[in-house]
């Protein structure tokens, strides 16, 4: 199911844990696979579960708890605003209803191109910055009012392919 060369990036990360602990690189392990598929999928799981000789469901459990890890193919661009309290006190719903509406995708949906997949999340930590989001897991954005969402999709939109 994995090239060789995913297994031994599986391996680099197995190895920094005592042999007996293999199940500790279950992070790592899927965060390669989704960096190489671009989502984990069930049969992804099912194989990280057989390298690191850990039950299938306590793999999925952990694909499942973090929003790191996308279960479904998603957009080149995966905007995950920030609902949890602080931010919805600053704007975090409607800016999720902003992007929503102005990509004309439900929360949760991708754009009918697959550039864009809008999601609430759970909070970023970034409460002071309120309403926060995440681009693509890696990159935090802060104060994200309406004219600074419009302003990131279009920035975004602008990136060549």
């Known amino acids: ?14 190895a920094k844990y005592p042999a007996d602990q293999r199940a500790s690189a279950v992070i790592a392990c899927l965060a390669i696979v989704q960096q190489e598929k671009g989502h984990v999928s069930a049969e992804a799981e099912k194989g990280v579960a057989e390298v690191l000789g850990m039950p299938p469901i306590a793999v999925h459990e952990v694909t499942t708890f973090y929003n790191m890890f996308n279960q479904a193919p998603v957009g080149r661009y995966k905007l995950n605003v920030c609902t949890n309290l602080p931010c919805q006190l600053r704007g975090g719903q409607r800016a999720l209803e902003h992007l929503c509406e102005t990509l004309g995708v439900e929360d949760g949906g991708t754009t ?3 550039a864009f997949t809008v999601s609430k999340c759970e909070c970023l930590g970034a409460c002071a910055d309120a309403p926060v989001m ?8 802060s104060f994200m009012s309406n004219d600074r969402l419009d302003e990131l999709v279009a920035l975004l939109r602008s990136q060549p392919r």
Do not use: P, W
């Not at 199911?1 to 197995?14: A, H, K, Q």
């Not at 995440?134 to 954005?141: G, P, W």
């Open 1 to 14: 199911m994995f090239s060789e060369s995913t297994r031994e990036r599986f391996e680099r990360e197995i």
């Open 112 to 114: 009918a191109d697959g």
């Open 134 to 141: 995440l681009v693509n897991d890696r990159q935090m954005c």
